[in-house]
């Protein structure tokens, strides 16, 4: 019979954790920092021992895989909308089932030495040694896809925007879109494009409210505005002020604000 150890157990399955978030994060181009992805990979390790509890049967390990890993995109990515938070959720729990079926398909058809997978669960009876070894691998093999990335792909910026109100004040994540240079056409102010469901619920005075016109490649229209008391960009006070305009359609993926790259100047 194999003897599994607690601690190797552990340490392969917080790698694999790991290497599954980050595929989610490129997968919906998540912007969440590298920290937040090892704790929902930590958090996702440790309930992996979950599987030796005596009463872990066929259905209760699907109500148990679905709660930790809502749980563990929880801990990863954080809450976001609820259509964000299911998308994230179903991607992850997609990944994780290719993974896991690729892996059974391995050990049917070869039935290598040391991989075990019991109650849904991986273990590869691996030294430490060549768990540090395959980790250095995978991180060089990443940071060099991220090179490769960034060579043809210029990295996306992505902003934390709080906006503050008379009655609220809440935050969103912006990407910086060059060719986003639109602006309030009597003031002259730079508008940060959100999607509606960023916005909705929000105390907005009528009176605050202004018409922006847009143009696109698949036609123009009129925007709604409204100008906060303040915008922070990053903690960072918009002196000049900006607008922020509703938009009533979607963006792109999981982009839901748009700012032009010249409303940094004012801070």
């Known amino acids: 019979m194999q003897t599994v150890y607690i601690d190797t157990l552990l340490c392969v399955n917080l790698f694999i954790d790991y290497i599954l978030l980050f595929a989610v994060k490129k997968l919906l181009r998540v912007n969440s920092r590298a920290i937040r992805l090892l704790l929902g990979a930590l958090f996702a390790s440790f309930c992996t021992l979950g599987v030796f509890l005596p009463f872990y049967t066929k259905l209760f390990s699907v109500f148990y895989r679905v709660i930790t890993a809502a749980l563990t995109i929880l801990i990863a990515f954080g809450k976001g909308s609820l259509k964000s938070f299911t998308v994230r959720l179903l991607t992850f729990i997609g990944v994780s089932i290719g ?4 892996i059974s398909l391995i ?9 075990i997978i019991y109650n849904d669960a991986v273990y590869f009876d691996i030294s430490p040694v060549m768990l540090i070894v395959c980790t250095l691998i995978a991180f060089i ?8 990335k960034e060579k043809h792909h210029p990295k996306m910026k992505i902003h934390k925007v709080t906006v503050i109100t008379e009655n609220d004040l ?3 994540d912006s990407m910086v879109d060059t060719g986003c240079s639109l602006k309030e056409p009597f003031s002259g102010l730079p508008v940060i494009i959100a999607e509606k469901e960023l916005i909705e619920g929000k105390n907005i005075s009528d009176e605050k409210v202004r018409l922006v016109p847009f143009k696109t490649l698949t036609g123009e229209g009129m925007l709604k505005a409204f100008k906060p008391e303040k915008t922070l960009i990053d903690g960072k006070e918009v002196r000049s002020g900006c607008y922020i305009g509703v938009s009533e359609g979607k963006l792109t993926n999981e982009i839901k604000s748009l700012m032009g790259d010249n409303i940094t100047e004012g801070l």
């Open 99 to 102: 993974f896991s079926g690729f």
């Open 107 to 115: 050990w049917l058809m070869f039935k290598p030495e040391g991989v």
């Open 141 to 148: 093999s990443l940071s060099v896809y991220e090179r490769l």
């Open 170 to 172: 809440y935050s969103f």
